[in-house]
């Protein structure tokens, strides 16, 4: 069993950045590929960015690409998600979420992820 806890949200005004952390506990880490989404108020939760378990795929929705980088420190067993030039629909929910050996060919299937955190929320302010 996977605990995902997520952290580093807040409240940030438009064009800020914040670096979202997800610390990984009671598996191996290094196995999991790690995917960050977001729900937003009245939205379905969607797919922001993921890296596969090697760490050598990266993958990101076209909303936050050029924006945001994913990364990984296996040794500390966290994730990361950093996101600059922060805009108002960039606010939402974020999740941290992992899939055993996921392969990254779909990143976007919520339902291939085993594990799920319970959130930070994000706010940007215009």
């Known amino acids: 069993q996977v605990q995902l806890v997520e952290s580093g949200g807040g409240l940030v005004q438009t064009g800020d950045s914040l670096r979202l952390s997800c610390a990984a506990s009671?598996?191996?880490?290094?196995?999991?590929?790690m995917g960050w989404f977001r729900q937003a108020p009245g939205k379905e939760r969607e797919f922001v960015a993921l890296i596969t378990w090697g760490g050598g795929f990266r993958h990101y929705a076209d909303s936050v690409k050029g924006r945001a980088t994913i990364s990984r420190d296996n040794a500390k067993n966290m994730v990361y998600l950093q996101v600059n030039m922060l805009k108002p629909e960039d606010t939402a929910v974020y999740y941290c979420?992992?899939?055993?050996?996921?392969?990254?060919?779909?990143?976007?299937?919520?339902?291939?992820?085993?594990?799920w955190g319970q959130g930070t929320q994000v706010t940007v302010s215009s």
């Open positions: 009671g598996g191996t880490f290094s196995t999991y590929s």
């Open positions: 979420a992992a899939e055993r050996y996921g392969s990254g060919s779909r990143p976007e299937r919520r339902e291939d992820y085993e594990y």
